[in-house]
């Protein structure tokens, strides 16, 4: 027997364990950097807003019109004109009652949530009816499902349920999402005109404009977007000095105030996000008194509280129409609902009915505290 004949064994194995190798390495290449599969935190208004955020909007939408679409499937109302008769018509409404009911239930947007695409970081519902195509990480419970639901019962209540049936008759249910995925028809922007470039700022130019930068604290608004509702950029109005004693007058017409009175802190950072969401589900409110509470923030980072006797920040308070003196939020804080929760028992069951000797009905006004 050879040397080579005595080798052969050795070298296949050392030959087979080479090409492992090269395969491990190249599949490492392929794959690159290790998946992450840790969804990132989401943000105040994802976690505790009982609205949707905007960027889902369009999103929920899809899944509420394909859950609606699958009511109709089971239901499949004709139109009045094809009903034999008034007893026809009043089973068919029945129908049609029960299964936007459950459509709309809790219950029905129970498995969905976010997805977080691993590749782009992008966050997406998932679920059925809007299941996009990628690798990510699901998140689900929080508010999703209350949050849908609300959607789909505002939808339910502008349309009524013949609407709803007879767009799904038509095959246009899809069609209700183009305002919240931007599919209206918008005017051409005109073109804007080219403007000379900005000279280049001097050493000491950018040094002024640094320390400004640096002096600029947050308040904790600047990461949410508009809403929706208003496209002002904030529903929170800011107040000051000269604008607080107009913004607190109440009237039977107006009848509800809440200020939030803030400093540096990184409680009132929290706060200031709060109270915005908050106030955005103040204006989607179905009743028209809590619908119409106005809500402000008085910057309070220089000690200002306009003569308010504050032991600490943040504040809340409350102004009502025929009481002399605000009431101090007393709530918790647990995020935007609990703050609109406080509210609203306020206005339906408090007002008016609480000891007129804590609470004295004369006017409305600022005083002491």
Same mark, same amino acid.
């Given at each position: 027997?050879?040397?080579?004949?005595?080798?052969?064994?050795?070298? @296949?194995?050392?030959?087979?364990?080479?090409?492992?190798?090269?395969?491990?390495?190249?599949?490492?290449?392929?794959?690159?950097?290790?998946?992450?599969?840790?969804?990132?935190?989401?943000?105040?208004?994802?976690? $505790?807003?009982?609205?949707?955020?905007?960027?889902?909007?369009?999103?929920?939408?899809?899944?509420?019109?394909?859950?609606?679409?699958?009511?109709?499937?089971?239901?499949?109302?004709?139109?009045?004109?094809?009903?034999?008769?008034?007893? &026809?018509? #009043?089973?068919?409404? &029945?129908?049609?009652?029960?299964?936007?009911?459950?459509?709309?239930?809790?219950?029905?947007?129970?498995?969905?949530?976010?997805?977080?695409?691993?590749?782009?970081?992008?966050?997406?519902?998932?679920g059925?009816?809007?299941?996009?195509?990628? =690798?990510?990480?699901?998140?689900?419970?929080?508010?999703?499902?209350?949050?849908?639901?609300?959607?789909?019962? @505002?939808?339910?209540?502008?349309?009524e349920?013949?609407?709803?049936?007879?767009?799904?008759?038509?095959?246009?249910?899809?069609?209700?999402?183009?305002?919240?995925?931007?599919?209206?028809?918008?005017?051409?922007?005109?073109?804007?005109k080219?403007?000379?470039?900005?000279?280049?700022?001097?050493?000491?130019e950018?040094?002024?404009? @640094?320390a400004?930068?640096?002096?600029?604290?947050?308040?904790?608004?600047?990461?949410? /977007?508009?809403?929706?509702?208003?496209?002002?950029?904030?529903?929170?109005?800011?107040?000051?000095?000269?604008?607080?004693?107009? $913004?607190?007058? =109440?009237?039977?017409?107006?009848?509800f105030?809440?200020?939030l009175?803030?400093?540096?802190?990184?409680?009132?950072?929290?706060?200031?996000?709060?109270?915005?969401? &908050?106030?955005? #589900?103040l204006?989607?409110?179905?009743?028209?008194?809590?619908?119409?509470?106005? =809500?402000?923030? $008085?910057?309070?980072?220089?000690?200002?509280?306009y003569?308010f006797?504050?032991? @600490?920040?943040?504040?809340?308070?409350?102004?009502?129409?025929?009481?002399?003196? /605000?009431?101090?939020?007393?709530? #918790?804080?647990?995020?935007?609902?609990? =703050?609109?929760?406080?509210?609203?028992?306020?206005i339906?069951?408090?007002?008016?009915?609480?000891? /007129?000797?804590?609470?004295?009905r004369?006017e &409305?006004?600022?005083?002491?505290?």
């Amino acid at each position: 027997m050879t040397s080579y004949q005595r080798l052969g064994p050795c070298l @296949s194995l050392l030959l087979l364990h080479a090409v492992l190798l090269l395969l491990v390495s190249a599949d490492d290449e392929e794959l690159g950097e290790a998946m992450n599969f840790k969804i990132n935190p989401l943000s105040e208004e994802e976690q $505790f807003s009982g609205s949707l955020p905007e960027q889902f909007t369009c999103d929920a939408c899809k899944v509420v019109v394909y859950q609606l679409g699958l009511s109709m499937d089971k239901v499949k109302p004709k139109s009045r004109t094809a009903l034999a008769g008034k007893h &026809a018509v #009043q089973e068919q409404a &029945a129908l049609l009652a029960e299964a936007l009911e459950l459509a709309c239930s809790t219950a029905t947007y129970s498995e969905y949530g976010v997805k977080e695409f691993t590749e782009t970081g992008e966050k997406a519902l998932h679920g059925p009816g809007v299941d996009k195509e990628g =690798v990510g990480v699901i998140q689900g419970g929080g508010l999703w499902a209350s949050r849908m639901k609300s959607r789909c019962a @505002s939808l339910v209540e502008e349309l009524e349920e013949e609407g709803i049936a007879e767009r799904w008759r038509q095959g246009s249910l899809s069609k209700l999402c183009a305002e919240d995925c931007g599919e209206s028809k918008r005017p051409t922007p005109r073109p804007r005109k080219r403007s000379r470039p900005a000279p280049t700022p001097t050493p000491r130019e950018k040094e002024t404009k @640094s320390a400004t930068v640096e002096k600029k604290e947050k308040t904790g608004l600047e990461e949410l /977007p508009p809403p929706r509702l208003t496209g002002n950029m904030h529903a929170v109005k800011p107040v000051d000095r000269q604008s607080f004693a107009e $913004f607190v007058k =109440v009237s039977k017409k107006n009848k509800f105030r809440f200020v939030l009175f803030y400093d540096a802190t990184d409680m009132s950072i929290r706060t200031n996000t709060i109270v915005e969401l &908050a106030a955005r #589900q103040l204006e989607k409110a179905n009743e028209k008194d809590i619908r119409r509470v106005s =809500v402000a923030r $008085f910057d309070s980072r220089a000690g200002d509280t306009y003569g308010f006797s504050l032991k @600490s920040l943040p504040k809340m308070m409350f102004w009502r129409y025929g009481y002399k003196n /605000p009431k101090v939020f007393n709530g #918790q804080m647990d995020g935007p609902d609990a =703050v609109v929760d406080w509210i609203r028992n306020e206005i339906k069951e408090i007002y008016m009915k609480d000891d /007129p000797d804590k609470f004295p009905r004369i006017e &409305a006004g600022h005083g002491e505290l």
